[in-house]
């Protein structure tokens, strides 16, 4: 796409490349904000004097990652920054886009300020799911952004920290867009209806924001579809077939991976099995491994549990091994009685502090040997010396009280006792 936003507006068609005639886009198209009044949502970003919303307001834009769920404004946004600044939008989807597509768009904006000067018309690319690019094609921009051929505009639904070259993060800002809260979305949601010229209850725009989860245009597309079936007023029956199943964004090998196995953990480690629950349930619909959800949890089980209840583990692994032997849906059934047992469990982290600490001690003094009176006591051992001065504690008491460490480390302390579960004892 290569549209520079004044060119060809009249006052009788003020939408430029539009026809004239009734607007036939989907509601979500035809309700893009243009301006920033216009826009919902984002006010960490868009607050007064905000670095993003001076560029946007003093037609002075930068290279930029935004990285946000789904209809969240990403596309709005990389607009209106080119929009105020007078320049060329070029805007490509790296899913469908290569290296010969981006030289294009490259080529065009070098033409542009060779004919222009140095006061030449600008170009803000905007590059859709920049996180597609591999390595070479990301690297294909860096020397447009860095002469300042093209402003750079890439949204992500992806951590760009993880998914985008450090070069190029390095010539960009990144700026973190969130899901728009219950009330930003009721105000969407009524401007679409006012659109349509439908209408529709608090009831029905509260049924309507809990279904869309954040996502403006899911939210302006559940009305869209409602009003069509309606006819008249949308009632709930209408947006909840309009609605139906909420999609899942879940990605087993991105974001979502390791933000619901962190909340998932951190829940039963904070003992919380309402939220622990939750988060294992999102992780299965969404379509993680159970086998990979098991093996956190006996890892869990060990780590921050211990022998404050040594039962835990037995647990986790029974999960484990029901996973195995029973499969989904089933087993969710026991991977969620696992994760309220270990959420409920006391908790102590004393078995991995101390062998974290043991580990070091290894690492920075290499692994001291055991004294002679531990070490192997047979007929060839016996005749180092070994074995000598051991208390076979069983026939003597005083085995239980000697100090069994490396005569360097007597008396050092791994294993503290946490005063939780059964470590009180």
Not at 69 to 96: D, N
Not at 195 to 210: F, K, N, Q, T
Not at 351 to 366: K, L, Q, V, W
Request: hydrophobic share 40%.
């Amino acid at each position: 796409m290569d549209t520079l936003f004044e060119s060809d507006a009249t006052e009788e068609n003020p939408e430029p490349g539009r026809a004239e005639g009734p607007d036939d886009r989907p509601l979500a198209a035809r309700m893009r904000p243009a301006t920033l009044a216009d826009f919902v949502g984002q006010t960490h970003l868009l607050g007064a004097d905000s670095a993003l919303r001076t560029a946007i307001e003093q037609g002075k834009p930068h290279s930029m990652i935004l990285y946000g769920p789904p209809g969240t404004g990403k596309t709005t946004l990389a607009r209106m920054i080119a929009e105020h600044s007078q320049a060329v939008f070029e805007e490509l989807s790296a899913v469908q886009a290569g290296r010969a597509e981006v030289r294009a768009v490259i080529e065009r904006a070098a033409h542009r300020r060779a004919i222009g000067g140095a006061d030449g018309t600008r170009t803000v690319f905007f590059l859709d799911e920049i996180h597609r690019f591999n390595k070479a094609q990301q690297d294909a921009l860096l020397p447009a952004v860095e002469e300042g051929l093209v402003t750079l505009i890439g949204a992500t639904t992806e951590n760009p920290y993880y998914e985008v070259n450090s070069a190029l993060l390095s010539r960009s800002q990144v700026y973190e867009l969130e899901s728009l809260s219950p009330e930003d979305l009721a105000v969407v949601v009524r401007r679409g209806a006012d659109e349509l010229g439908a209408a529709l209850s608090d009831g029905v725009v509260d049924l309507i924001v809990r279904r869309a989860g954040g996502d403006a245009r899911s939210a302006l597309n559940i009305v869209e579809l409602a009003h069509e079936t309606a006819g008249g007023e949308i009632r709930e029956e209408h947006a909840e077939d309009a609605a139906r199943k909420r999609p899942v964004v879940y990605d087993k090998n991105a974001d979502a991976h390791y933000d619901f196995t962190s909340a998932f953990i951190k829940s039963m480690r904070g003992s919380d099995p309402q939220a622990a629950v939750y988060y294992l349930a999102a992780m299965l619909e969404g379509g993680e491994d159970a086998r990979f959800i098991a093996r956190r949890m006996i890892v869990l089980a060990s780590e921050d549990i211990g022998n404050a209840d040594p039962r835990a583990l037995l647990v986790a692994v029974a999960a484990a091994q029901a996973v195995e032997h029973v499969g989904l849906p089933e087993a969710r059934l026991t991977l969620s009685q696992a994760a309220i047992y270990l959420a409920r469990a006391p908790k102590s982290n004393a078995s991995y502090r101390a062998i974290n600490e043991a580990t070091t001690d290894i690492r920075e003094g290499g692994n001291a040997k055991p004294p002679k009176s531990l070490r192997d006591g047979s007929y060839y051992g016996r005749q180092l010396g070994n074995g000598e001065g051991y208390i076979y504690p069983h026939d003597d008491p005083r085995g239980f009280e000697v100090d069994y460490l490396p005569d360097e480390l007597k008396g050092r302390k791994y294993y503290k006792p946490s005063g939780s579960g059964e470590e009180a004892e």
